[in-house]
């Protein structure tokens, strides 16, 4: 694969409780770990909820994407991801739900868009296989 773009992030510091830069300076953010896992939670972010940031507009663009290949108008619609994080033996391991709102849709159009989507996706594909991931379609 030749990359047409290539994102580069540094994270420094205590790891989910440190901080991550962008080489452009974009993202400068600090990180805490959430309450729910014994950290500080607060106004600070998480790998997690970058990660779902990341996958949900991912997974739209290629929502959007499927849908005028097929003639279908999505301009409302909208992606919800919500990566979760938990215990798996010894280690960690993470879990993704990913909703596709598409008001104004049958409910079986939205669902086939859904998962066209999620066999296209960079995200959905660099994951497949690795982590479990659950499509919902709502209209």
């Known amino acids: 694969m030749e990359p047409v773009y290539t994102a580069v992030a540094t994270a420094r510091g205590d790891g989910r409780n440190g901080e991550v830069t962008s080489s452009d300076g974009v993202?400068?953010?600090?990180?805490?770990?959430?309450?729910?896992?014994?950290g500080p939670g607060g106004e600070i972010t998480n790998p997690e909820q970058l990660f779902a940031a990341g996958?949900?507009?991912c997974f739209h663009s290629a929502l959007q994407l499927v849908a005028r290949k097929a003639d279908v108008g999505v301009d409302s619609s909208a992606v919800t991801a919500e990566v979760g994080i938990g215990r798996d033996g010894d280690g960690l391991e993470l879990?993704?739900?990913?909703?596709?709102?598409?008001?104004?849709?049958?409910?079986?159009?939205?669902?086939?868009?859904?998962?066209q989507a999620h066999q296209v996706?960079?995200?959905s594909r660099a994951?497949?296989?690795?982590?479990?991931?659950?499509?919902?379609?709502?209209?």
């Open 127 to 139: 994951t497949r296989g690795n982590i479990q991931v659950e499509i919902t379609a709502t209209t």
């Open 95 to 115: 879990a993704v739900k990913l909703v596709a709102h598409l008001p104004g849709l049958e409910q079986d159009k939205a669902g086939e868009l859904a998962a």
């Open 121 to 123: 996706c960079p995200y």
């Open 55 to 57: 996958y949900a507009a």
């Open 27 to 38: 993202i400068d953010e600090r990180l805490a770990v959430p309450k729910e896992m014994g």
